[in-house]
């Protein structure tokens, strides 16, 4: 298994030539896209990392290309800060281009006039100034990567024309042969290596929309056939439900968007104008991501109470798996869950109606991130009963970051017994 750019029809940058086509009016070529030795000084001057001021993203994470070549002057007259006097050979080179992740590339492309031509020239000068010297072998993996990575033109927000990234996975066997291979753990590796990334993304204030602060959780619903052949066409039929995926703590969607990596699914009453509590992002590929803010409680903020969090998890594992096996995205299913921006916060056992949080037992967490162990759903739970036995592993591993040796609200035969 293998999250990876994806996209259909696939086009691949092997050689320089291959960028370049004939011009119809003068019969030289024109280059359609940044040849090989411009994406290897790209890379190089990188420090293989996103061009965003104080992101630290990985363009390059081991053999998974994150990252993304962005025009700093589009490279199609829909895009933002096109330059209808730029040539093709300018357009697609080395000055005119930045990498950044995806979120920052959204970023600066949905806000043009925040972004001028001259602050994007200026944060690639100043990254690039900053950034440290890569070695030589690491420069031509990287570039290998880059260029042999299979990308489509497209248009993102704001019209730009650049290589996308949709995560997905890779199947090498069918799903019905994964319990008898080591692919399935393969692929439970990579569901938690893309689990991490996002995590760390997220928790440097880099998620897909703002949201507020308080400690968040960051919960990963990863159908392992996200690519078994229908990803864009499920995709097109998913975009138009969004109320089947809504944030933690709603019932319904209560504004969305869809561009070029997903949609966006926001918990604001007021849209997707301002911060949002939580949100959830449904990729192309089919894996969600739902995020939770602002869970502290108390006048300090700094309390977190685990049966609210078991509730949350619980609750939304049990929505999304659901709504996924709707649209045909059978199990197996990854589940991957995780705390930040918890430092110093205590995880409350419990809490008792009318009660101080100061006197409920807790445990103090020391790690900014509290990474639960992951699980995987061999069938779709029926309800939130048949998900709280399934994710028991995970229950457990938050149960004892409480200081508890077993989850709260289960019963002496293991079922859940509070009420969602």
């Known amino acids: 298994m293998r999250f990876t750019k994806h996209a259909a029809p696939a086009k691949r940058f092997t050689k320089s030539a291959d960028m370049e086509k004939p011009s119809t009016a003068?019969?030289?070529?024109?280059?359609?896209?940044?040849?090989?030795?411009?994406?290897?000084?790209?890379?190089?001057?990188?420090?293989?990392?996103?061009?965003?001021?104080?992101?630290?993203?990985?363009?390059?994470?081991?053999?998974?290309?994150?990252?993304?070549?962005?025009?700093?002057?589009?490279?199609?007259?829909?895009?933002?800060?096109?330059?209808?006097?730029?040539?093709?050979?300018?357009?697609?080179?080395?000055?005119?281009?930045?990498?950044?992740?995806?979120?920052?590339?959204?970023?600066?492309?949905?806000?043009?006039?925040?972004?001028?031509?001259?602050?994007?020239?200026?944060?690639?000068?100043?990254?690039?100034?900053?950034?440290?010297?890569?070695?030589?072998?690491?420069?031509?993996?990287?570039?290998?990567?880059?260029?042999?990575?299979?990308?489509?033109?497209?248009?993102?927000?704001?019209?730009?024309?650049?290589?996308?990234?949709?995560?997905?996975?890779?199947?090498?066997?069918?799903?019905?042969?994964?319990?008898?291979?080591?692919?399935?753990?393969?692929?439970?590796?990579?569901?938690?290596?893309?689990?991490?990334?996002?995590?760390?993304?997220?928790?440097?204030?880099?998620?897909?929309?703002?949201?507020?602060?308080?400690?968040?959780?960051?919960?990963?619903?990863?159908?392992?056939?996200?690519?078994?052949?229908?990803?864009?066409?499920i995709f097109n039929e998913l975009s138009r439900n969004p109320h089947r995926f809504p944030p933690i703590e709603r019932e319904r969607a209560e504004g969305w968007r869809i561009d070029h990596t997903g949609m966006l699914i926001g918990s604001n009453a007021d849209g997707l104008i301002k911060p949002q509590r939580a949100y959830v992002k449904v990729w192309r590929s089919a894996a969600v991501e739902s995020v939770a803010s602002s869970l502290a409680r108390g006048r300090d903020h700094n309390f977190l109470v685990l049966p609210d969090i078991q509730a949350m998890i619980i609750k939304y594992t049990s929505w999304y798996a659901r709504s996924l096996n709707s649209f045909g995205f059978d199990p197996p299913t990854a589940i991957l869950a995780s705390l930040i921006n918890v430092q110093g916060m205590r995880l409350l056992q419990d809490h008792i109606a009318n009660s101080f949080f100061e006197d409920m037992p807790f445990a103090p967490l020391a790690d900014n991130t509290a990474e639960f162990d992951e699980v995987t759903l061999d069938t779709t739970p029926s309800g939130y009963a048949e998900c709280a036995k399934m994710l028991m592993p995970m229950l457990n591993h938050l149960a004892h970051a409480a200081g508890l040796p077993s989850p709260p609200h289960f019963d002496e035969d293991g079922n859940y017994i509070a009420r969602l």
């Open 26 to 233: 003068t019969g030289q070529r024109s280059p359609t896209g940044p040849n090989q030795a411009v994406i290897k000084r790209l890379f190089a001057r990188s420090g293989n990392r996103c061009g965003f001021p104080k992101c630290t993203t990985a363009l390059v994470q081991g053999d998974t290309v994150v990252g993304e070549i962005c025009h700093i002057k589009a490279a199609s007259p829909s895009g933002p800060r096109f330059d209808s006097e730029q040539a093709a050979e300018q357009r697609h080179s080395y000055d005119n281009l930045i990498l950044l992740c995806a979120n920052h590339h959204t970023t600066i492309d949905d806000d043009p006039e925040a972004y001028t031509i001259g602050r994007l020239a200026k944060m690639k000068a100043d990254h690039e100034a900053r950034s440290e010297a890569l070695g030589a072998d690491e420069v031509d993996r990287g570039t290998r990567l880059f260029v042999d990575q299979s990308v489509a033109t497209a248009n993102q927000s704001g019209g730009i024309t650049a290589h996308t990234v949709h995560q997905t996975i890779n199947l090498q066997v069918p799903v019905s042969q994964l319990g008898q291979s080591g692919e399935r753990q393969s692929i439970i590796d990579r569901a938690r290596e893309f689990h991490r990334s996002r995590t760390v993304q997220i928790a440097s204030g880099v998620a897909s929309i703002a949201l507020l602060d308080g400690g968040a959780l960051v919960l990963h619903v990863i159908p392992f056939k996200a690519v078994d052949g229908r990803p864009a066409a």
